[in-house]
């Protein structure tokens, strides 16, 4: 399986990331079966934000009401990892919802998982293609 997301999309990501380098930010990831087309901030409301993260609640419902009424496909997530590797985390294995994407970033690395019942990486995840593209 392969996704695509558009260069900018991608580079405005990492920005964020490192804008906040002490702090895991979070946000929603739109897009098709084959791209990733729009992504949304949320703000991190997790207690402890320098190592984990939890998408504002109210950001999640109303993309998802949204969804509903035919607006954009929620497909997953993204999030950093400011001081590890851009690879689920045992925390992250937790909180898999499966079929959902996770678009994890730290520096300048990014990389994509699907999250599943089962799965290579801690349990829960397999790795997708993610390839940035021109628009």
């Known amino acids: 399986m392969k996704m695509e997301i558009s260069r900018s999309l991608l580079e405005q990501i990492l920005a964020l ?3 906040e380098p002490e702090r895991e930010i979070c946000g929603l990831l739109f897009g098709d079966a084959h791209r ?3 992504f949304r901030p949320a703000a ?3 207690d402890a934000p320098h190592r984990s993260f ?3 609640p109210s950001t999640l419902f109303d993309a998802l009401r949204a ?3 035919g607006g954009p496909r929620v497909l997953g997530h993204y999030h950093s990892h400011p001081s590890g590797e851009a690879m689920p985390s045992a925390c ?4 898999a919802e499966p079929r959902r994407l996770w678009l994890i970033v730290s520096g300048r690395e990014a ?4 999250a599943a019942n089962e799965g290579p990486v801690q349990g829960r995840f397999r790795p997708i293609a993610l390839e940035a593209c021109d628009p």
């Open 17 to 19: 990331a490192a804008a």
């Open 36 to 38: 990733i087309t729009a």
């Open 44 to 46: 991190n409301v997790s």
């Open 54 to 56: 939890e998408i504002d």
């Open 67 to 69: 969804e509903r009424r």
């Open 92 to 95: 992250d294995a937790a909180m």
């Open 111 to 114: 990389r994509l998982w699907l």
